[in-house]
């Protein structure tokens, strides 16, 4: 009962205070942020196994020896270069990171900036989260979202990949949570969701048909589909507009600072992730300002 009671205590302030709702949502973003950093640099590596076994499956080969299990839970978290194991006050988000200051515990070998990144721009996210929608579902969900979508930015920068495994099953989250209206009603969702894969499936086969190369990954596709999913159809061209203009505007820096090749693809995959979430907390205003204009 004294447990009971204190955890309604603690749910009443989340309810009552905004502060301490994204005060908690902070650190519970920061969590999940070294989660994502396992997702972001084991999934890609679990999919490359999927398929060099059932490459070698249907090329007839014999069935290779056991592996060690590799999944976001197994083996346990090393250091890339010395590969000595990552005791758990190591993997603390972001105080591990500065009382290490970027360096192996083992090895001191140079701890990659993306992972404090991932895990600060989690935390930060989940926190203006929580103040922009206050306590409730939809906070929650939006948190969700926002997860996947920044696990899906840095693998497809990594990558140039954007998993079906995690763009297929958002599609259908998003149309599940909109069946009870949460962000938008299930018709302009269902709608946004055709709309997002077949407006950049078009751009897709006329930029082909006119250059005869590809512009873009089916990828692409289907993560702006999960965004029409989850905000509705409404928000899809603010969504467009904003990937478009930051995407541009990055691409011509690189490529006049000469980091970037003009012939090199650049993932187009963190500009839809980054226009989604600034349509997800302020695009109804954004919208409103761009029609007053």
Same mark, same amino acid.
């Given at each position: 009962?004294?447990?009971?009671?204190?955890?309604?205590?603690?749910?009443?302030?989340?309810?009552?205070?905004? @502060?301490?709702?994204? @005060?908690? @949502?902070?650190?519970?973003?920061?969590?999940?942020?070294?989660?994502?950093?396992?997702?972001?640099?084991?999934?890609?590596?679990?999919?490359?196994?999927?398929?060099?076994?059932?490459?070698?499956?249907?090329?007839?080969?014999?069935?290779?020896?056991?592996?060690?299990?590799?999944?976001? &839970?197994?083996? +346990?978290?090393?250091?890339?270069?010395?590969?000595?194991?990552?005791?758990?006050?190591?993997? &603390?988000?972001?105080?591990?990171?500065?009382?290490?200051?970027?360096?192996?515990?083992?090895? +001191?070998?140079?701890? =990659?900036? +993306?992972?404090?990144?991932?895990?600060?721009?989690? /935390?930060?996210?989940? /926190?203006?989260?929580?103040?922009?929608?206050?306590? /409730?579902? #939809?906070?929650?969900?939006?948190?969700?979202?926002?997860?996947?979508?920044? @696990?899906?930015?840095?693998?497809?920068?990594?990558? #140039?990949?954007?998993?079906?495994?995690?763009?297929?099953?958002? &599609?259908?989250?998003?149309?599940?949570?909109?069946?009870?209206?949460?962000?938008?009603?299930?018709?302009?969702?269902?709608?946004?969701?055709?709309?997002?894969?077949?407006?950049?499936?078009?751009?897709?086969?006329?930029?082909?048909?006119?250059?005869?190369?590809? =512009?873009?990954?089916?990828?692409?596709?289907?993560?702006?589909?999960?965004? =029409?999913?989850?905000?509705?159809?409404?928000?899809?061209?603010?969504?467009?507009?904003?990937?478009?203009?930051? /995407?541009?505007? &990055?691409?011509?820096?690189?490529?006049?600072?000469?980091?970037? +090749?003009?012939?090199?693809?650049?993932?187009?995959?963190?500009?839809?992730? =980054?226009?989604?979430?600034?349509?997800?907390?302020?695009?109804?205003?954004?919208?409103?300002?761009?029609?007053?204009?």
């Amino acid at each position: 009962m004294v447990e009971r009671g204190i955890l309604v205590s603690f749910l009443s302030l989340l309810q009552d205070s905004r @502060a301490a709702f994204a @005060a908690v @949502a902070a650190v519970l973003g920061l969590l999940i942020g070294s989660f994502l950093n396992v997702v972001i640099y084991r999934l890609p590596k679990m999919l490359a196994r999927d398929w060099q076994a059932h490459c070698a499956a249907l090329a007839g080969a014999l069935p290779a020896a056991a592996e060690k299990p590799f999944n976001l &839970i197994a083996p +346990r978290s090393t250091c890339p270069a010395c590969g000595a194991p990552i005791a758990a006050w190591q993997n &603390i988000p972001l105080l591990s990171f500065i009382g290490l200051r970027g360096r192996c515990a083992h090895c +001191r070998a140079p701890i =990659g900036l +993306r992972y404090p990144t991932v895990e600060a721009l989690s /935390g930060l996210l989940s /926190g203006y989260i929580a103040w922009r929608f206050g306590f /409730g579902a #939809q906070a929650a969900w939006a948190m969700v979202f926002g997860w996947t979508l920044i @696990a899906l930015a840095f693998i497809d920068l990594d990558t #140039q990949l954007l998993p079906d495994s995690m763009t297929q099953p958002l &599609i259908w989250l998003g149309l599940l949570v909109n069946l009870f209206g949460v962000f938008a009603p299930l018709p302009a969702a269902l709608i946004g969701a055709a709309g997002g894969y077949l407006s950049l499936w078009t751009v897709y086969w006329l930029f082909k048909l006119v250059t005869g190369k590809e =512009g873009m990954g089916y990828g692409d596709f289907k993560l702006l589909a999960a965004i =029409g999913a989850w905000l509705g159809w409404q928000l899809l061209p603010l969504t467009l507009l904003l990937s478009s203009l930051v /995407g541009a505007a &990055i691409g011509i820096v690189l490529i006049v600072w000469g980091r970037h +090749r003009r012939e090199t693809p650049i993932p187009f995959g963190p500009y839809l992730a =980054g226009g989604g979430l600034i349509a997800l907390l302020r695009g109804h205003d954004l919208s409103r300002l761009l029609m007053g204009f």
